[in-house]
C-alpha cells in the first residue's frame, strides 16, 4: 500500500472519528442536510425527503448554512459526544457553495470540531483548494468504478461546466476528475476515504482494481457499500454477505477496508448505529414546513 502523508492525521481521526476504524460507542456525528443539488445522475440514486427511510439520500429537510450553525449547538447540547460535523447530501456537496459556506461558518463557531465532507468527485479537482483553505479533515469521494465501459452501467450522465455527457465519454470525466481530485486532496495532508456502491453483476468483480487504482491516488481507508436495489438499478440484486467479505478481502489487500457503515441518512445526528437525535432537533422544522 502507498504510504500517504496524511497518515498522521488519518490515525488521530482513528480516535477521534466514529467511522474510522471501528464505531467508538462514545463518539457521534452530526450530517447537515444543506446540499440539495447533484451534478450526476447515478442510476441507484433515490433522494427523499421523509423522516423515515434509514438510507443515504434521504433528509426530513433541507437547511440553510446559518441555520446549520443552531442545528449544531442543539445537537451538541442534546449528544456531546459528538466529535465530528459532516456533510453528505442529499446531493453532491460541491455541486452547489452551500457545503462550503457552512464549513467556513462552522470552523470559525466550532475551531475544534472535526469537519468531514462526502463528494461524488466530479469538480473535486477544481475545488480542491477551497476543500484544503477551508480546513476539512477528512474527506469521502465516492468511486464507483475505475473503467468507464463499468462506470457506465451505474451512471447515467453528468452535467459538467453545464454541459451534458453521457456514456463513456461522461464516465471518463468522472473518472479522471474523481482521482485527479483525491491526489491533490490527500496531497495535503487531508485523509480521503473512499466510498464503492457494490453492485453485483456490474462491479463486483472491478473491486480489486478500484481499491488499488484509489489508494496509488492516495486514499487511506476504503468502505464497500452495498446496493440498495431502487430506480434505474431496482431489478438488481443486493449482494449478500459472501459477496460483501468477498470484495472486501480483495480491497483489503491494497487498502484498510471499513466495515460497519450504517449508511447513515443525510441528516444524521448521534451516535452511527446507536442514537439518533435528528427528530428532536428538526422536529419544528418538519412540523411548519
Ligand atoms: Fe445521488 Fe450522490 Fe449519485 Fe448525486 S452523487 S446522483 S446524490 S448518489
Ligand atoms: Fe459513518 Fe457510514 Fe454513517 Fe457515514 S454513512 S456517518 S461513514 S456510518
Redesign the pocket.
Known amino acids: 500500500m502507498k504510504e500517504n502523508i496524511n497518515m498522521n492525521n488519518y490515525e488521530n481521526l482513528k480516535n477521534s472519528h ?2 474510522f476504524a471501528g ?1 467508538k460507542a462514545n463518539k457521534g ?1 452530526i ?1 447537515l442536510p444543506v446540499s440539495p443539488g447533484c451534478n450526476i445522475q447515478c442510476k441507484f440514486c433515490d433522494r427523499k425527503i421523509n423522516d423515515y427511510e434509514q438510507r ?1 439520500g434521504v433528509t426530513s429537510v433541507v437547511i440553510k448554512p446559518d441555520e446549520a450553525l443552531e442545528v449544531v449547538r442543539k445537537s451538541l447540547e442534546l449528544c456531546p459526544e459528538i466529535t ?1 460535523v ?1 456533510i ?1 447530501g442529499p446531493g453532491d456537496t460541491l455541486a452547489t457553495d452551500y457545503a462550503l459556506n457552512t464549513f467556513r461558518l462552522i470552523k470559525e463557531a466550532f475551531p475544534d470540531i472535526i469537519k ?1 465532507m ?1 463528494t461524488n468527485g466530479l469538480l473535486l479537482e477544481e475545488r480542491a483548494e477551497e476543500i484544503i483553505e477551508v480546513g476539512i479533515d477528512s474527506l ?1 469521494v465516492t468511486v464507483n468504478a475505475v473503467d468507464p465501459a463499468i462506470l457506465t452501467r451505474l451512471n447515467s450522465a453528468i452535467i459538467y461546466h453545464g454541459k451534458h455527457y453521457e456514456g463513456e465519454e461522461a464516465a471518463a470525466i468522472l473518472i479522471r476528475n474523481q482521482l485527479a481530485g483525491i491526489q491533490k486532496v490527500s496531497e495535503a495532508g487531508i485523509t480521503i ?1 473512499v ?1 464503492t456502491v457494490l453492485v453485483p453483476g456490474i462491479n463486483d468483480l472491478h473491486i480489486e482494481e478500484i481499491a488499488r487504482t484509489v489508494s496509488e491516488a492516495g486514499a487511506s481507508i476504503y ?1 464497500l ?1 452495498p446496493l440498495i436495489p431502487q430506480h434505474e438499478l431496482s431489478e438488481c440484486e443486493a449482494p449478500n454477505c459472501m459477496q460483501i467479505e468477498t470484495a472486501r478481502g480483495k480491497a483489503a489487500k491494497y487498502i484498510d477496508v ?1 466495515r ?5 441518512r443525510a441528516d ?1 445526528i448521534g451516535i ?2 446507536e442514537k439518533d437525535f435528528g427528530d428532536q432537533i428538526y422536529l419544528n422544522r418538519i412540523a411548519h414546513k
Not at 460497519?260 to 447513515?264: A, L, N, P, V
Open positions: 466514529p467511522c464505531h456525528r450530517h443515504p465530528v459532516g453528505a468531514c462526502s469521502t476515504k466510498n468502505n457499500i471499513f460497519h457503515c450504517q449508511r447513515c444524521a452511527p448505529g
